[in-house]
């Protein structure tokens, strides 16, 4: 079944710099891929998604990219915020499975 | 903005017992998921449902597990003889047209503690 690997498992950056999250997955047959951003003791949030067939999409600070033929895909926050401080995981989803699998998920602190 | 409702937001059990969590999906979703996300790790996938029947299920899914929709609004999870390391936070899901095709609304999570 497919496969999400999410690095890194922590990351911290500057108030005001970029994050980047990566992801790879296995199956090439997956073809959606959201974001979830999950703040302490809350739910997960889709806050972004890309299909197989969009090689980029941007939302406000917020854009992911992917690259099907090596199986990557990436969440690039620009200009940070302390509200940016959560839990994000990558997830994937492929035609005819009717389910989401997720990476284990980036702790990212932003630092004041 | 219409929310996933999922009761009740934290539940205590004796080992062997059996639980029922429940979840209101939002009402013209057609399909409903149920993960679990044990403290600190990832979400994982247990379920998926649809049209009255499992669509899918996990190998966490075992036969300990149950779900139903016993009427037009609420999904349950029933774990029928809990063990210690059912402890975690059980999310229930629900989507207007299946995983890959909108992503989900979760609900605020039941989070259950063996003891």
């Known amino acids: 079944g497919e496969n999400v690997e999410q690095h890194p498992s922590t990351l911290s950056v500057q108030e005001g710099d970029s994050a980047v999250i990566k992801c790879t997955y296995s199956d090439s047959a997956s073809n959606y891929f959201p974001w979830y951003k999950q703040e302490l003791g809350k739910r997960p949030q889709l806050i972004i998604d890309?299909?197989?067939?969009?090689g980029e999409k941007k939302d406000q600070r917020i854009a992911v990219t992917l690259n099907k033929t090596a199986k990557h895909f990436s969440l690039h926050i620009t200009e940070t915020q302390p509200e940016d401080s959560a839990v994000y995981f990558c997830a994937a989803s492929k035609r005819g499975d009717d389910k989401i699998i997720f990476g284990k998920g980036t702790r990212l602190h932003i630092l004041p | 903005e219409p929310e996933v409702t999922q009761t009740p937001s934290h539940q205590v059990t004796q080992m062997g017992q059996e639980v029922i969590l429940r979840c209101v999906p939002i009402s013209n979703h057609l399909y409903f998921y149920w993960y679990r996300q044990i403290l600190g790790q990832k979400v994982e996938f247990l379920v998926s449902?649809?049209?009255?029947?499992?669509?899918?299920k996990s190998e966490i899914f075992d036969d300990q597990f149950s779900v139903e929709r016993p009427d037009g609004s609420n999904f349950t999870l029933k774990i029928r003889s809990t063990k210690l390391e059912d402890s975690a936070m059980y999310f229930c899901?629900?989507?207007?047209?299946?995983?890959?095709?909108?992503?989900?609304?979760f609900g605020s999570g039941t989070r259950l503690t063996v003891v």
């Open positions: 890309i299909r197989s067939n969009v």
């Open positions: 899901a629900s989507s207007a047209g299946g995983a890959g095709l909108r992503g989900y609304t």
């Open positions: 449902f649809y049209n009255n029947e499992i669509s899918e």
